[in-house]
């Protein structure tokens, strides 16, 4: 049974530590606020840990998160950094400050760096009312009892340090592994932070704790990373020896295994990613490879990977004629159980894919994700496609194909928004973004775009588009609202294009035999991956199309549900 210690969430003895010493520290200092901050990010923000107050009369004027700016409101903290020295501010209002409080009503403020050898990583900020107490901290924090705690709270803080230095660099790895991808192997990019999506959501269902949810979406996200050591084009490299590439192909969990633990950090949840994924492709019964483990040898990160790996490319067939019904994959994976798949978690996953509690704004456990940012200027509007990451609350849009600084000014950005594509659906997010420098995009606020009277569909729904003096194409459509759809093409006709000012026609032929015309006009297009995401809005529809097209979604939807009962009672 894997055991695994989280670096990734918040840790609560750590948080206790950080607070009782905070609020000692509060009372033997005579101080009415004191803070601590945390520098992250080559000092380009500064995370709000703690704060302890003395009395109400200062709570809530400190930010959680700020970015450290040349005309930041916290220079003073950047002085702290340049200087390495502890600061005194004593704000006196007869005379001119350079500088203003950082809490309104303070007068008497001190700011103590914490270091990691000579490196500023946090600041420990010290609050009075009166203008004089500041004066007297160094004397103060001479006693031995006061300098004990202040050490121990540097020694906290350089653990967040290093689980923040381990996380930055498991993100280098991702991001380094999925441009790999997207240049050699296109769809499994997708693939990959799809397959970790389920796996996540099994992972909850099946309450796992936060350590090991985290170690999963990593090792989900990594599960294919052997693909690396494998040639582009299989077909190509082995001819006509089709066996000669199926062992090739079995061997990329053995080289995921190699690679993970070459590139990985070998503490904490990273130490058990490397075997996670050398067992994502066991039987339960003993049948998979590479060491044909069986039942509960497997990890049960591996056994879950695997359900979640198997969804996901049964999901992803774009040619509609190949695709599974989520009926059918419910009945795919309950046929395989105790032989391919661990029953558990095919009833975990049974359950999360007939279920409608997705929470899309959700970023706890999904801390770095695929995404597009799309930024619109006067005259043009510029698709960026990057992984959006997300670490204590800040989030950062990182991509390896701009420069932020450079290749144009960003102050000539009308709009913002970030594209992300989870359970088959697009999620938009206007963000605000608050500094840039290089390929990143530091981004103050994410919020998600809420579209009414939206049905969200995890099955393939069929549909014919037509324009005029043009043959009419197939289209797959996956989210249906009341005033809009969105839509791909399969597979064999990603290369297709439309035009934006010319009304279009859709076709939407149920199960039943009933079809419901739809007209309208193509209004955005959304690169994800190198699938090409269109929205459609309508013109004139009829309320009672509008009723016939939501009576069958809600009709399927029921089925689903009873194909899943069904299945979970047998």
Not at 111 to 122: A, D, R
Not at 367 to 392: M, S, V
Not at 446 to 454: G, N, V
Request: charged share 25%; net charge negative; hydrophobic share 35%.
């Amino acid at each position: 049974m894997l055991s695994s210690f989280n670096p990734l969430l918040e840790n609560k003895s750590l948080d206790d530590d950080q607070n009782d010493i905070l609020r000692k520290l509060l009372s033997e200092l005579n101080a009415q606020v004191i803070s601590l901050f945390e520098l992250y990010d080559d000092k380009i923000y500064i995370h709000l840990v703690d704060t302890i107050y003395g009395s109400d009369t200062y709570k809530d004027q400190l930010k959680k998160n700020a970015y450290l700016k040349s005309n930041s409101d916290n220079d003073l903290i950047q002085k702290l950094i340049l200087k390495k020295k502890g600061i005194i501010h004593l704000y006196d209002e007869d005379f001119d400050n350079h500088h203003e409080s950082l809490i309104t009503g303070i007068s008497s403020e001190v700011y103590l760096p914490l270091f990691n050898g000579s490196e500023v990583i946090g600041c420990l900020y010290i609050g009075y009312e009166d203008q004089y107490s500041g004066k007297f901290i160094k004397e103060q924090l001479t006693k031995p009892e006061l300098k004990i705690k202040v050490d121990h709270l540097e020694k906290l803080t350089m653990t967040r340090y290093f689980q923040f230095t381990e996380l930055k660099y498991a993100f280098n790895i991702i991001r380094f592994y999925s441009k790999k991808m997207y240049e050699t192997h296109p769809n499994m990019v997708e693939h990959s932070f799809n397959t970790a999506g389920w796996a996540l959501e099994i992972g909850q269902q099946m309450n796992l704790d936060a350590g090991r949810l985290q170690g999963l979406y990593f090792s989900a996200l990594l599960h294919d990373v052997g693909y690396m050591a494998l040639p582009n084009d299989l077909d190509k490299a082995f001819g006509a020896d089709p066996g000669k590439a199926h062992i090739e192909i079995e061997l990329h969990s053995l080289y995921g295994y190699y690679l993970a633990k070459e590139m990985l950090p070998t503490s904490n949840v990273f130490a058990h990613i490397p075997n996670i994924i050398l067992h994502h492709h066991e039987y339960f019964d003993g049948q998979g490879y590479p060491d044909k483990l069986s039942g509960e040898e497997i990890p049960l990160e591996s056994r879950i990977i695997n359900v979640a790996d198997s969804i996901e490319r049964m999901l992803l067939h774009r040619d509609y004629d190949k695709h599974f019904s989520l009926q059918n994959i419910f009945t795919e994976l309950s046929q395989h159980k105790d032989t391919k798949y661990d029953a558990d978690c095919v009833t975990a996953a049974i359950q999360v894919l007939s279920s409608n509690d997705f929470e899309y704004n959700d970023f706890t456990h999904t801390q770095i994700l695929w995404a597009t940012l799309t930024l619109t200027f006067d005259e043009r509007i510029l698709n960026i496609e990057g992984t959006i990451e997300n670490y204590r609350d800040v989030y950062m849009f990182r991509t390896n194909d701009t420069n932020f600084t450079l290749d144009f000014d960003i102050k000539e950005v009308r709009k913002r928004h970030l594209y992300i594509n989870r359970r088959n659906n697009i999620e938009e997010y206007e963000i605000k973004s608050s500094y840039n420098k290089g390929n990143r995009l530091y981004i103050s606020e994410l919020k998600l775009k809420e579209k009414e009277d939206t049905f969200h569909m995890l099955w393939h729904l069929p549909g014919d588009l037509s324009e005029s003096r043009k043959k009419v194409r197939s289209i797959i459509i996956n989210r249906i609202s009341a005033n809009e759809l969105s839509f791909v093409f399969p597979q064999d006709e990603i290369n297709q294009s439309l035009n934006f000012k010319k009304l279009i026609k859709i076709d939407i032929p149920f199960d039943s035999g009933e079809v419901v015309q739809l007209s309208g006009l193509a209004v955005k297009t959304i690169k994800l991956g190198k699938t090409q995401h269109y929205n459609f809005k309508y013109i004139n529809i009829h309320e009672k199309t509008r009723d016939k097209m939501f009576k069958h979604l809600f009709k399927h939807q029921i089925e689903v549900k009873a194909a899943a009962m069904e299945q979970l009672n047998k």
